[in-house]
Protein backbone atom coordinates (compact mmCIF):
# COMPACT_ATOMS: atom_id res chain seq x y z
CA UNK A 1 0.00 0.00 0.00
CA UNK A 2 1.45 3.67 -0.96
CA UNK A 3 1.68 6.38 1.44
CA UNK A 4 -1.38 8.29 -0.25
CA UNK A 5 -3.42 5.14 0.38
CA UNK A 6 -1.74 4.79 4.06
CA UNK A 7 -3.47 8.64 4.21
CA UNK A 8 -6.68 7.95 2.83
CA UNK A 9 -7.51 5.03 5.64
CA UNK A 10 -6.21 6.72 8.25
CA UNK A 11 -7.95 9.71 7.64
CA UNK A 12 -11.13 7.74 6.88
CA UNK A 13 -12.76 7.31 10.31
CA UNK A 14 -12.34 11.08 10.88
CA UNK A 15 -15.19 11.10 7.82
CA UNK A 16 -16.99 8.43 8.96
CA UNK A 17 -17.83 9.85 12.00
CA UNK A 18 -17.93 13.70 11.71
CA UNK A 19 -21.66 14.75 11.65
CA UNK A 20 -22.42 16.49 8.74
CA UNK A 21 -24.64 18.88 9.66
CA UNK A 22 -23.79 19.33 13.15
CA UNK A 23 -25.34 22.25 14.87
CA UNK A 24 -24.75 26.05 14.84
CA UNK A 25 -24.36 27.82 17.82
CA UNK A 26 -25.28 31.23 17.21
CA UNK A 27 -22.84 33.61 18.75
CA UNK A 28 -20.22 36.47 18.76
CA UNK A 29 -17.40 34.13 16.65
CA UNK A 30 -20.13 34.10 13.62
CA UNK A 31 -19.05 37.83 13.42
CA UNK A 32 -14.80 36.64 12.80
CA UNK A 33 -16.27 35.04 9.37
CA UNK A 34 -15.24 36.76 5.99
CA UNK A 35 -17.53 38.48 3.57
CA UNK A 36 -17.32 35.23 1.05
CA UNK A 37 -19.08 33.27 3.68
CA UNK A 38 -21.63 35.79 4.33
CA UNK A 39 -22.74 35.39 1.17
CA UNK A 40 -22.84 31.59 1.48
CA UNK A 41 -26.01 29.22 1.72
CA UNK A 42 -25.13 28.73 5.06
CA UNK A 43 -24.79 31.98 6.08
CA UNK A 44 -28.45 32.84 3.93
CA UNK A 45 -29.75 29.95 6.28
CA UNK A 46 -28.71 30.97 9.76
CA UNK A 47 -29.94 34.97 8.71
CA UNK A 48 -33.14 33.37 7.76
CA UNK A 49 -33.54 31.82 10.86
CA UNK A 50 -32.53 34.89 13.19
CA UNK A 51 -34.99 36.80 11.19
CA UNK A 52 -37.75 34.39 12.50
CA UNK A 53 -36.89 34.90 16.03
CA UNK A 54 -37.18 39.01 15.54
CA UNK A 55 -40.18 40.22 17.30
CA UNK A 56 -43.16 42.25 16.68
CA UNK A 57 -41.28 45.00 18.63
CA UNK A 58 -38.64 44.80 16.84
CA UNK A 59 -36.52 42.93 19.30
CA UNK A 60 -34.79 39.22 19.90
CA UNK A 61 -34.67 36.95 22.60
CA UNK A 62 -32.32 36.13 25.32
CA UNK A 63 -30.51 32.88 25.57
CA UNK A 64 -31.58 31.11 22.81
CA UNK A 65 -30.07 29.86 19.59
CA UNK A 66 -30.67 31.57 16.84
CA UNK A 67 -29.06 29.62 14.18
CA UNK A 68 -31.92 26.89 14.97
CA UNK A 69 -34.50 27.14 12.60
CA UNK A 70 -38.32 26.96 14.55
CA UNK A 71 -40.19 24.34 13.95
CA UNK A 72 -43.10 26.09 15.09
CA UNK A 73 -44.09 28.82 16.28
CA UNK A 74 -44.34 28.09 19.95
CA UNK A 75 -40.15 27.05 19.49
CA UNK A 76 -39.40 31.20 19.28
CA UNK A 77 -40.15 33.31 22.55
CA UNK A 78 -43.16 35.82 22.45
CA UNK A 79 -43.55 38.92 23.85
CA UNK A 80 -44.47 38.16 27.46
CA UNK A 81 -42.09 35.50 27.47
CA UNK A 82 -38.84 35.82 30.31
CA UNK A 83 -36.56 35.74 27.20
CA UNK A 84 -38.37 37.95 24.77
CA UNK A 85 -37.38 41.20 23.93
CA UNK A 86 -34.49 41.51 25.73
CA UNK A 87 -30.69 43.75 25.81
CA UNK A 88 -28.92 40.91 27.92
CA UNK A 89 -26.68 38.51 26.91
CA UNK A 90 -25.90 39.68 23.36
CA UNK A 91 -29.53 38.81 22.87
CA UNK A 92 -30.55 41.99 20.10
CA UNK A 93 -26.72 43.58 19.21
CA UNK A 94 -25.41 40.46 18.62
CA UNK A 95 -28.33 39.44 16.09
CA UNK A 96 -28.18 43.24 14.09
CA UNK A 97 -24.57 42.67 14.06
CA UNK A 98 -25.12 39.67 12.13
CA UNK A 99 -27.84 41.22 9.74
CA UNK A 100 -24.99 44.32 9.28
CA UNK A 101 -23.23 41.88 8.22
CA UNK A 102 -25.44 39.78 5.95
CA UNK A 103 -26.38 43.44 4.73
CA UNK A 104 -23.25 44.78 3.85
CA UNK A 105 -21.96 41.39 2.15
CA UNK A 106 -25.59 40.57 -0.19
CA UNK A 107 -27.23 44.23 -0.03
CA UNK A 108 -30.61 42.88 -0.26
CA UNK A 109 -33.44 44.56 1.38
CA UNK A 110 -34.59 41.31 3.37
CA UNK A 111 -32.20 41.71 5.71
CA UNK A 112 -31.55 45.29 5.42
CA UNK A 113 -35.55 45.69 6.41
CA UNK A 114 -35.20 44.07 9.96
CA UNK A 115 -32.14 45.64 10.69
CA UNK A 116 -33.55 48.90 10.74
CA UNK A 117 -36.50 47.65 12.78
CA UNK A 118 -34.09 46.59 15.20
CA UNK A 119 -32.22 50.21 15.52
CA UNK A 120 -36.24 51.04 15.74
CA UNK A 121 -36.31 49.01 18.91
CA UNK A 122 -33.33 49.80 20.31
CA UNK A 123 -34.51 53.72 20.14
CA UNK A 124 -37.85 52.72 21.38
CA UNK A 125 -36.37 51.29 24.36
CA UNK A 126 -34.43 54.11 25.48
CA UNK A 127 -35.51 55.90 28.62
CA UNK A 128 -35.62 59.75 28.30
CA UNK A 129 -32.70 60.48 30.23
CA UNK A 130 -30.56 58.20 27.99
CA UNK A 131 -30.19 55.15 29.38
CA UNK A 132 -31.72 51.46 28.55
CA UNK A 133 -33.53 48.79 30.34
CA UNK A 134 -32.66 45.07 30.38
CA UNK A 135 -36.17 44.31 28.65
CA UNK A 136 -38.95 46.77 26.37
CA UNK A 137 -41.46 46.90 26.30
CA UNK A 138 -40.80 47.74 30.22
CA UNK A 139 -41.35 44.05 32.41
CA UNK A 140 -41.93 44.93 36.50
CA UNK A 141 -38.65 44.43 38.75
CA UNK A 142 -35.10 45.27 38.14
CA UNK A 143 -35.64 44.45 34.43
CA UNK A 144 -36.19 48.02 34.29
CA UNK A 145 -33.68 49.90 36.08
CA UNK A 146 -30.88 51.43 33.99
CA UNK A 147 -28.33 48.10 33.44
CA UNK A 148 -25.31 48.31 33.01
CA UNK A 149 -24.58 44.81 34.12
CA UNK A 150 -22.78 41.87 31.51
CA UNK A 151 -22.42 45.72 29.35
CA UNK A 152 -26.03 45.57 28.27
CA UNK A 153 -26.41 49.12 27.97
CA UNK A 154 -22.62 50.03 26.70
CA UNK A 155 -23.19 46.70 24.06
CA UNK A 156 -25.95 49.05 22.52
CA UNK A 157 -24.20 52.57 22.95
CA UNK A 158 -21.35 50.66 21.02
CA UNK A 159 -23.07 49.65 18.15
CA UNK A 160 -25.11 52.64 18.30
CA UNK A 161 -21.79 54.79 17.88
CA UNK A 162 -20.39 52.86 15.03
CA UNK A 163 -23.88 53.44 13.08
CA UNK A 164 -24.03 56.88 13.79
CA UNK A 165 -20.10 56.91 12.55
CA UNK A 166 -21.20 54.99 9.31
CA UNK A 167 -18.24 52.61 10.45
CA UNK A 168 -17.74 48.93 8.70
CA UNK A 169 -20.56 47.32 8.02
CA UNK A 170 -23.03 49.90 8.77
CA UNK A 171 -22.61 51.97 5.44
CA UNK A 172 -25.76 51.38 4.12
CA UNK A 173 -28.04 52.59 7.22
CA UNK A 174 -29.56 55.86 6.05
CA UNK A 175 -28.76 59.20 6.94
CA UNK A 176 -31.75 59.45 9.09
CA UNK A 177 -31.06 56.38 11.19
CA UNK A 178 -27.42 57.29 11.84
CA UNK A 179 -28.79 61.10 13.08
CA UNK A 180 -31.14 59.64 15.60
CA UNK A 181 -28.16 56.78 16.39
CA UNK A 182 -25.63 59.85 17.19
CA UNK A 183 -28.70 61.65 19.65
CA UNK A 184 -29.12 58.12 21.05
CA UNK A 185 -25.54 57.97 21.94
CA UNK A 186 -25.04 61.31 23.77
CA UNK A 187 -28.05 60.73 25.29
CA UNK A 188 -26.43 57.60 26.70
CA UNK A 189 -23.36 59.72 27.65
CA UNK A 190 -24.88 62.42 29.48
CA UNK A 191 -26.97 58.97 31.61
CA UNK A 192 -23.43 57.63 32.38
CA UNK A 193 -22.57 60.72 33.88
CA UNK A 194 -25.11 61.35 36.25
CA UNK A 195 -25.24 57.81 37.25
CA UNK A 196 -21.62 57.82 38.27
CA UNK A 197 -21.37 57.33 42.19
CA UNK A 198 -19.25 59.93 44.29
CA UNK A 199 -18.09 59.20 47.55
CA UNK A 200 -17.40 62.67 49.79
CA UNK A 201 -17.21 64.50 46.62
CA UNK A 202 -15.05 62.60 43.89
CA UNK A 203 -16.14 60.48 41.08
CA UNK A 204 -15.65 56.62 41.38
CA UNK A 205 -16.94 53.83 39.45
CA UNK A 206 -20.91 52.92 38.80
CA UNK A 207 -23.07 50.26 40.25
CA UNK A 208 -23.99 47.23 37.40
CA UNK A 209 -27.75 48.78 37.89
CA UNK A 210 -29.44 52.51 38.54
CA UNK A 211 -32.70 53.70 39.47
CA UNK A 212 -34.30 55.20 36.10
CA UNK A 213 -35.82 58.15 38.40
CA UNK A 214 -32.74 58.51 41.17
CA UNK A 215 -29.91 57.59 39.28
CA UNK A 216 -28.99 55.95 42.87
CA UNK A 217 -27.51 52.63 42.22
CA UNK A 218 -29.89 49.86 42.76
CA UNK A 219 -30.50 45.22 43.83
CA UNK A 220 -30.94 44.04 41.02
CA UNK A 221 -31.19 39.71 41.74
CA UNK A 222 -31.02 38.66 45.00
CA UNK A 223 -27.01 38.44 44.93
CA UNK A 224 -26.89 41.90 43.40
CA UNK A 225 -26.57 44.79 45.89
CA UNK A 226 -26.62 48.30 45.41
CA UNK A 227 -23.22 48.40 45.07
CA UNK A 228 -19.89 49.91 43.50
CA UNK A 229 -19.08 47.23 40.11
CA UNK A 230 -15.38 46.13 39.97
CA UNK A 231 -16.70 44.40 36.47
CA UNK A 232 -19.10 46.83 34.59
CA UNK A 233 -17.53 49.98 35.37
CA UNK A 234 -14.38 48.61 33.78
CA UNK A 235 -16.64 48.39 30.40
CA UNK A 236 -18.32 51.77 30.86
CA UNK A 237 -14.56 53.65 31.24
CA UNK A 238 -13.67 51.47 28.27
CA UNK A 239 -16.75 53.28 26.09
CA UNK A 240 -15.85 56.63 27.39
CA UNK A 241 -12.08 56.72 26.58
CA UNK A 242 -13.21 55.60 23.00
CA UNK A 243 -15.01 59.08 22.43
CA UNK A 244 -12.94 60.86 20.19
CA UNK A 245 -13.28 64.20 21.75
CA UNK A 246 -14.50 64.34 25.40
CA UNK A 247 -16.02 67.10 27.01
CA UNK A 248 -14.41 68.00 29.93
CA UNK A 249 -16.96 66.31 32.30
CA UNK A 250 -16.17 62.99 30.23
CA UNK A 251 -12.23 63.56 30.83
CA UNK A 252 -12.88 63.58 34.68
CA UNK A 253 -15.67 60.54 34.82
CA UNK A 254 -12.40 58.74 33.44
CA UNK A 255 -9.87 59.48 35.80
CA UNK A 256 -12.24 59.53 39.15
CA UNK A 257 -13.01 55.93 37.63
CA UNK A 258 -9.75 54.83 37.21
CA UNK A 259 -8.45 56.46 40.31
CA UNK A 260 -10.88 54.38 42.27
CA UNK A 261 -9.91 50.91 40.21
CA UNK A 262 -6.17 51.29 41.22
CA UNK A 263 -7.67 52.35 45.01
CA UNK A 264 -9.71 49.23 45.43
CA UNK A 265 -7.62 46.65 43.51
CA UNK A 266 -7.21 43.06 45.42
CA UNK A 267 -3.10 41.71 45.90
CA UNK A 268 -2.51 38.73 47.28
CA UNK A 269 -4.69 36.17 45.76
CA UNK A 270 -5.72 34.19 43.19
CA UNK A 271 -9.00 32.60 41.54
CA UNK A 272 -8.35 28.90 41.24
CA UNK A 273 -11.45 27.05 39.45
CA UNK A 274 -11.63 23.47 40.25
CA UNK A 275 -13.17 20.75 38.88
CA UNK A 276 -15.71 18.55 41.58
CA UNK A 277 -17.28 15.30 41.26
CA UNK A 278 -20.56 16.64 40.72
CA UNK A 279 -19.28 18.45 37.71
CA UNK A 280 -19.66 21.55 38.61
CA UNK A 281 -16.53 24.19 38.82
CA UNK A 282 -16.12 25.59 42.13
CA UNK A 283 -13.80 29.38 42.31
CA UNK A 284 -12.19 29.66 45.03
CA UNK A 285 -10.03 32.38 46.41
CA UNK A 286 -6.20 30.97 47.29
CA UNK A 287 -3.05 33.30 49.31
CA UNK A 288 -0.53 33.88 46.65
CA UNK A 289 1.19 36.70 47.41
CA UNK A 290 2.98 36.68 43.53
CA UNK A 291 -0.51 36.98 42.53
CA UNK A 292 -1.78 40.03 40.07
CA UNK A 293 -4.56 41.87 40.92
CA UNK A 294 -8.02 41.30 41.21
CA UNK A 295 -10.96 42.99 41.86
CA UNK A 296 -14.08 42.47 43.20
CA UNK A 297 -17.66 42.54 41.49
CA UNK A 298 -19.01 44.23 44.17
CA UNK A 299 -17.66 46.90 46.62
CA UNK A 300 -19.74 48.42 49.43
CA UNK A 301 -21.06 52.03 48.38
CA UNK A 302 -19.47 53.68 51.48
CA UNK A 303 -16.39 51.72 52.65
CA UNK A 304 -15.25 50.09 49.42
CA UNK A 305 -14.84 46.91 51.41
CA UNK A 306 -15.24 44.05 49.01
CA UNK A 307 -19.02 42.23 49.12
CA UNK A 308 -20.27 39.38 48.85
CA UNK A 309 -23.96 38.58 48.45
CA UNK A 310 -25.75 35.09 48.24
CA UNK A 311 -29.33 34.23 47.42
CA UNK A 312 -30.60 34.90 51.12
CA UNK A 313 -29.27 38.94 50.51
CA UNK A 314 -27.34 39.05 53.40
CA UNK A 315 -24.16 41.28 53.19
CA UNK A 316 -20.59 39.31 53.87
CA UNK A 317 -17.26 40.27 53.48
CA UNK A 318 -16.36 36.65 53.51
CA UNK A 319 -16.23 35.10 50.20
CA UNK A 320 -15.78 31.65 51.79
CA UNK A 321 -19.25 32.12 53.68
CA UNK A 322 -20.51 32.28 49.79
CA UNK A 323 -22.73 28.83 49.07
CA UNK A 324 -21.27 26.14 47.19
CA UNK A 325 -24.27 26.79 44.48
CA UNK A 326 -22.78 30.26 44.37
CA UNK A 327 -19.04 30.24 44.00
CA UNK A 328 -19.65 27.29 41.26
CA UNK A 329 -22.04 29.88 39.03
CA UNK A 330 -21.28 33.12 39.62
CA UNK A 331 -18.16 35.20 39.44
CA UNK A 332 -17.21 37.42 42.56
CA UNK A 333 -13.80 38.17 41.44
CA UNK A 334 -11.69 38.81 38.37
CA UNK A 335 -9.04 40.48 36.41
CA UNK A 336 -11.48 42.58 34.64
CA UNK A 337 -9.83 45.82 35.47
CA UNK A 338 -6.06 44.55 34.56
CA UNK A 339 -6.09 45.44 31.03
CA UNK A 340 -7.52 48.52 31.46
CA UNK A 341 -5.17 49.95 33.85
CA UNK A 342 -2.30 48.05 32.19
CA UNK A 343 -2.48 49.35 28.74
CA UNK A 344 -6.03 51.23 27.61
CA UNK A 345 -5.29 54.04 29.94
CA UNK A 346 -1.72 55.03 29.43
CA UNK A 347 -2.71 54.89 25.44
CA UNK A 348 -5.54 57.20 26.02
CA UNK A 349 -3.79 59.41 28.40
CA UNK A 350 -1.06 59.49 25.43
CA UNK A 351 -4.08 60.75 22.89
CA UNK A 352 -5.08 62.80 25.04
CA UNK A 353 -2.02 65.05 25.64
CA UNK A 354 -1.71 65.62 21.84
CA UNK A 355 -4.81 67.65 21.59
Keep these: MNTRAVVCVLLLPLFLFTPANAEVN ?5 LKKNDAWFQSDEARKIADSVLLYQSPQGGWPKNTNL ?9 VPQPDDHFANSLDNEATTLPLQFLA ?17 GLDYLFAAQYPNGGWPQFWPLRQGYYSHITYNDDAMIRVMTLLRDVADG ?15 AAAVD ?27 TYEPVWARDFEPPSL ?13 SIEDPSDK ?15 QMHGWRIDEVKNPDGRVERKLVADPNAPPIWARFYELETNRPLFVDRDSVYRYDYNEISYERRSGYWYHGDWAASLL ?5 AWKKRMSRR
Excluded at 67 to 75: F, W, Y
Excluded at 167 to 181: C, I, L, Q, S, T
Excluded at 229 to 241: A, D, H, P, Q
Design 101 to 117: RMTDATGEAKYREPFLR
Design 67 to 75: ARTPKSPKD
Design 342 to 346: EHNYP
Design 250 to 264: VVAAIEGAVDWLREV
Design 26 to 30: FNKSL
Design 229 to 241: SGGESVGIVRFLM
Design 187 to 213: RGIDCILKTQIRQNGQLTAWCAQHDVE
Design 167 to 181: KEPYEFVPAGYRKKA
